[in-house]
Each structure stands twice: as structure tokens, then as C-alpha cells.
């Protein structure tokens, strides 16, 4: 999987667009739990920084879904 990810857009197959975006998904997810891991240690000059982070995190998330989505459909 990891050459899927490092190769070239324009040559991956369809079946290998959605893996990557699968692993793509599952790495924001990971993402996601660090950051909420960051924020339970209530640093409260991080606390904006991380939630505006966890929104984005959680929009591209949703994002990549609805695409992998359309591929698959």
C-alpha cells in the first residue's frame, strides 16, 4: 500500500484511489485522537488552536469520505 500512496496520481487505478483515500481517512481519525489527547492536558493558550485543528481535521475527514464515496458509486 505504502507505493500506492507514493505513486504518481495520475497512475494509480480506481481500486487504488480508494485505498489511499481509506488510509487517508484513517490517519485523520488517529489525528483526531492526538489532538483531543493534547487537549485534555488544558493548555489554555493551545485550546483555540486545537479545536479550530480538530474542525479541519474533521472536515477533510468528511471531505475525503463523500469522495472515496463517489469513486466507489
Known amino acids: ?3 500506492a500512496v507514493l505513486q504518481i496520481r495520475e497512475l494509480r487505478t480506481e481500486s487504488e484511489r ?8 484513517r490517519q485523520l481519525e488517529r489525528a483526531d485522537l492526538y489532538l483531543a489527547a493534547v487537549s485534555a492536558l488544558e493548555l489554555p493558550e493551545a485550546e483555540a488552536a486545537i479545536d479550530a485543528l480538530r474542525d479541519g481535521v ?13 469513486l466507489a458509486g
Open 1 to 3: 500500500m505504502r507505493n
Open 18 to 25: 480508494r485505498r489511499v483515500l481509506r488510509i487517508a481517512v
Open 58 to 70: 474533521e472536515d477533510l475527514r468528511g471531505h475525503l469520505i463523500d469522495v472515496r464515496a463517489r
